[in-house]
C-alpha cells in the first residue's frame, strides 16, 4: 500500500510563508485525486486544497482562497502547498491523502479516508 509522508511545516510569524509537501512511497498508478486537509487542536479535521493529477484542476477552502497553492510533480511522486500570507488560524497539523474520483474533481468527507499519515506541524505566531 502506498504510504504518503508530510513535511515542511515549522513555527512562521503572521504573514510568513511556508511550503509543504507530501511524498508518496510508490507511484500513485490511476489515483487521480490529492489533497491537504488539516486539524486545529481541539477542532475537527478539515479539507483545505485539491488537486486533479489527470486535469491539473484544483479546489480550495474559502479561508485560504487566494493565499495557497497546491501543485504535484509526477515524477517525484509529490504534492506541494504552497503556503502565503498565513495567519494563526492557520495553525494546525497539516495531512495528505489520495483518492479516485469519476467525472469533475471531487473532494471525500473526511470519514472516507481510512487512514491518515504522521502530519506535519504549522504554528502561526501573531
Known amino acids: 500500500q502506498v504510504q504518503l509522508a508530510e513535511s515542511g511545516g515549522g513555527l512562521v510569524q503572521a504573514g510568513g510563508s511556508l511550503r509543504l509537501s507530501c511524498a508518496a512511497s510508490a507511484p500513485l498508478g490511476s489515483t487521480n485525486g490529492m489533497g491537504w486537509f488539516r486539524q486545529a487542536s481541539g477542532k475537527e479535521r478539515e479539507f483545505v486544497a485539491a488537486?486533479?493529477?489527470?486535469?491539473?484542476?484544483?479546489m480550495y477552502a474559502d479561508s485560504v482562497k487566494g493565499r495557497f497553492t497546491t501543485s504535484t510533480d509526477d515524477a517525484k511522486n509529490t504534492v506541494f502547498l504552497q503556503m502565503n500570507n498565513l495567519k494563526p488560524e492557520d495553525t494546525a497539523v497539516y495531512y495528505c491523502n489520495k483518492w479516485s474520483y469519476g467525472g469533475k474533481l471531487a473532494v471525500p468527507r473526511t470519514e472516507y479516508f481510512g487512514s491518515w499519515g504522521q502530519g506535519t506541524q504549522v504554528t502561526v505566531s501573531s
Open positions: 488537486i486533479s493529477r489527470t486535469t491539473g484542476s484544483t
